[in-house]
């Protein structure tokens, strides 16, 4: 694979099967720019984004209405509906391996919505006291409210 070996769509495409060699002259090209991978990745995100979001509990059952299921299949916040913020986290997942969503909490500690946060945005990533903390660049974040 050479030039593409480092890449993440790549490797998932071989994952499932799709094995990808092009000539590249000993230039540098970018897996976005090729339009297999392109195709691929839409096909991915245009189905995979279809599949509803459900939430169980510790024994695996779903729990009915619950609000983060509300918010992906419904609408996340005021501006983006619960399809197009699938689309948006389901693509960033595919292209770099992982998605990035910041709950937020009304006046009185309810879940109120959810945002979508670019790749690109997350500028790192921290564990500590058993708890995730991510350091976020919201200039690179269009979704912000």
Known sequence: MGIFSSSKIIKSLEKIGIHIDFPTNGEKVKAENISTI????????????????????????????????????????NYISGDTGRKLTE???????????????????????????????????????NSIYYSVDNSLNPYVE
């Open 38 to 77: 392109q195709t691929c990745t839409r096909i991915l995100v245009e189905n995979v984004s279809r599949l509803p979001v459900v939430v169980r509990n510790k024994e695996g059952q779903i729990i009915e209405n619950h609000i983060i299921s509300k918010l992906f299949n419904k609408s996340f916040n």
């Open 91 to 129: 693509k960033d997942r595919i292209t770099n391996g992982n998605s990035f969503i910041r709950i937020i909490h009304n006046s009185r500690g309810d879940i109120s919505s959810i945002i979508p946060y670019p790749y690109e945005s997350v500028a790192g990533i921290t564990l500590s006291n």
